[in-house]
Each structure stands twice: as structure tokens, then as C-alpha cells.
């Protein structure tokens, strides 16, 4: 779990690397690695960007059902698909990319949704920080959605880039709050622990109650958590649901926690048609910088 942990977490980090975080030889945790694949824990290596970075808006979705693709089939009416995760209990998290009049769109989401009964929909916290993506970034980006684990010098092979350039360049989008580099991976493959992820309902001080959720429980963390509008999302993994019902009741106490909902997630579908066509459609742009602004 730990070693799945530093891959959602980062996947590009060498499995020497992860052996000694982990306190085992890089040898030993690649044998793992390729074991959890071959077990279909893993199931692909992946790049997940936030649309903000290319301006766009994000609205997560939460309602009762499971048809995932007559779900997905109506919010492509409002904007592209995101991710989706259908959880136990028959509730669905998903969300979709929304490039403009975010307000209209999430009225019209609640109009179109009549096969299942909305939960609730939020929009994503926008950023409050600048920077920017060249096309050679974008460039080495695409290259990296194909294969995100591979190699300088594989990268370098493909693109026709120097190795300098390739190296600076991955520097630069594994310091981006935008970019991560992760995996995808089943929850029903895992066995002794189960992943759930705890959404935590904020009154105030959001990155201040982040800050204290992340000292108080970061040794139950399976990915690193993150802000969404007044909410903050906890993925974390336990070894019964005892202990998952535990932690949940924990976060509930913290101050500042308003209310707790829990999600344990049956399947995970990151979604990346609307990051080719935003990388796509960025590369013709007669600017030479893509700006990661807030959406609106």
C-alpha cells in the first residue's frame, strides 16, 4: 500500500527511489510493482491535469445510480467528462470540464439529470497563482500521457528534444499544482485494506483545516488530498471497515469540519478525451505561452 501510495502520488519517482522510502531495495519494490500490474491493482500509469490549467472549469457531480455511461451520456451535453468513480451504495462521483457561463451549466445539470437523482454538484476551487505551459511543454505533456513512467532519454528519442530540455521541462510540470503524475488503479483488486475517501464539509479556515487533517491523519493518506470550493477530499485506505468508520468520525470531530460523507469507490475511469483536444487545440494557438488562470 505504501509503495501504491508514492505512485498515485507520483509515478515518475524511480523504483529505487520508492525502495528506499519505503525501506526496501529498489529490486524489491519493481518486483511489487510489476505484481500489483500483473494483478490488475495497477491498472495504467497515468497524467492527471487539472482544466484550470488550461483555463477551463471543474464540476463534480454526486448522484444515486450507476449507469455510468447513460451518466456520462447526459453531462456531455454540459461539458467533457472528467472522471468517474461509482462507489458502494449505489452512489456515483463524477466530473466534467466546463469551458464557460459555469453558473448556467450547473443549473442545466440539474435539469438534464432525470434517470438519477442529484446529490449534489460543486465547482472545483479555482487557483490563485500563475504560470504557464509552452509547446514544448505541451509537447513532452503528450508524450507523457502515451507513457507516463518512461525514461529521459526515451522522451528525448521521441520528441527529437535534447535531454536538457526534456529534464528542465519535467522539472517544471512536476512543480506545477496543476499536473500530477499518477495511475489508475481497482479498487476490487486490493485485498487486506480498502481505499474510501472522505469528503470533508468546511465552514472556514479551509487550508488551515487542511493543514491540521494532513498532521493529524497523513499515515492513512493514499493520495495527497486536495480543495474543492468549502469541501476538502480525503483519499485514505484502511485495513477493516471498523477502522474506516473510525477515521471518518475523527475528521468529523476536527474543528472547522462542518460534516462528513464517505465513498468507497468500486472502479476509477480518469478520463483524458478532453485533454487531447485542450493540448490539441493549445498547440494551434498563435500564442506562444498557454496561461494557467482562473476559469470563469
Not at 245 to 263: R, Y
Request: net charge positive.
Amino acid at each position: 500500500m505504501k509503495i501504491l501510495s508514492r505512485l498515485l502520488n507520483n509515478c515518475r519517482e524511480s523504483d529505487r527511489q520508492i525502495g528506499r522510502k519505503v525501506g526496501i531495495s529498489g529490486g524489491a519494490a519493481s518486483a511489487r510493482i510489476r505484481k500489483m500490474e500483473g494483478s490488475g491493482v495497477i491498472e495504467r500509469f497515468a497524467v492527471k491535469v487539472e482544466p484550470p490549467v488550461f483555463g477551463y472549469g471543474v464540476l463534480y457531480i454526486v448522484v444515486s445510480g450507476q449507469n455510468i455511461n447513460g451518466i456520462l451520456r447526459q453531462l456531455s451535453l454540459v461539458g467533457e467528462p472528467f472522471f468517474a468513480v461509482p462507489c458502494v451504495g449505489g452512489i456515483t462521483v463524477c466530473s466534467i470540464v466546463i469551458k464557460d457561463e459555469m453558473q448556467q451549466k450547473i443549473e442545466l445539470v440539474s435539469r438534464l439529470m432525470k434517470d438519477v437523482r442529484v446529490l449534489t454538484i460543486f465547482e472545483a476551487e479555482n487557483p490563485t497563482h500563475d504560470t504557464s505551459l509552452t509547446r514544448t511543454d505541451l509537447e513532452i505533456l503528450e508524450e507523457l500521457m502515451a507513457h507516463p513512467r518512461q525514461k529521459i532519454e526515451e522522451i528525448s528519442n521521441s520528441t527529437g528534444l535534447s535531454t536538457k530540455t526534456v529534464t528542465r521541462c519535467i522539472e517544471k510540470l512536476h512543480g506545477h499544482d496543476g499536473v500530477q503524475f499518477t495511475l489508475v488503479y481497482d479498487p476490487t483488486k486490493i485485498e487486506d485494506f480498502i481505499p474510501h475517501v472522505i469528503l470533508a464539509s468546511i465552514g472556514n479556515k479551509t487550508k488551515n483545516t487542511l493543514a491540521i487533517l494532513e498532521k493529524e491523519f497523513s499515515e492513512s493518506f493514499l493520495q495527497m488530498p486536495f480543495i474543492a470550493k468549502n469541501q476538502i477530499v480525503l483519499f485514505m485506505y484502511s485495513r477493516n471497515i471498523f477502522r474506516m468508520d473510525d477515521l471518518t468520525q475523527k475528521v468529523t470531530s476536527i474543528e472547522n469540519v462542518k460534516s462528513t460523507d464517505l465513498f468507497i469507490p468500486k472502479k476509477i475511469s480518469l478520463l483524458e478525451d478532453w485533454l487531447k483536444n485542450a493540448i490539441k487545440d493549445a498547440r494551434k494557438s498563435p500564442k506562444l505561452h498557454i496561461t494557467y488562470r482562473q476559469a470563469g
